[in-house]
């Protein structure tokens, strides 16, 4: 059973940083695509960037130019760099490999 941890999560005020973490309890991110999601009250989840084994990478339009998305398959992690945030970037983050979910990370830009 693959289990997957978030971290980083929080407040921030608008234009600020925050770098999420993803750690898995086996090497999954090189064998399956990683994803963050996110997902706000009453709204469907949304994928906000992805990367394959092979390294591919996609975000969502409204985040291109301020969210990397990066991982570490030596120890296992992933990462979403997120800067410039912006209030609507308010959402709980949720990392994803395959059909493995973590249990999800608020994080609150205030503005």
């Known amino acids: 059973q693959v289990q997957l941890v978030e971290s980083g999560g929080g407040l921030v005020q608008a234009g600020g940083s925050m770098r999420l973490s993803c750690a898995a309890s086996q090497d999954i991110f090189g064998r399956m695509d990683g994803a963050w999601y996110r997902q706000t009250p009453g709204s469907q989840r949304d994928l906000v960037a992805s990367i394959t084994p092979r390294g591919q990478i996609r975000y969502l339009d409204s985040v291109k130019g301020r969210f990397t998305i990066s991982r570490d398959n030596g120890n296992n992690t992933m990462f979403l760099q997120m800067n410039r945030l912006k209030p609507e970037d308010t959402a709980v983050y949720y990392c994803?490999?395959?059909?493995?979910w973590g249990q999800g990370t608020q994080v609150t830009v205030s503005s």
């Open positions: 994803n490999a395959g059909w493995h």
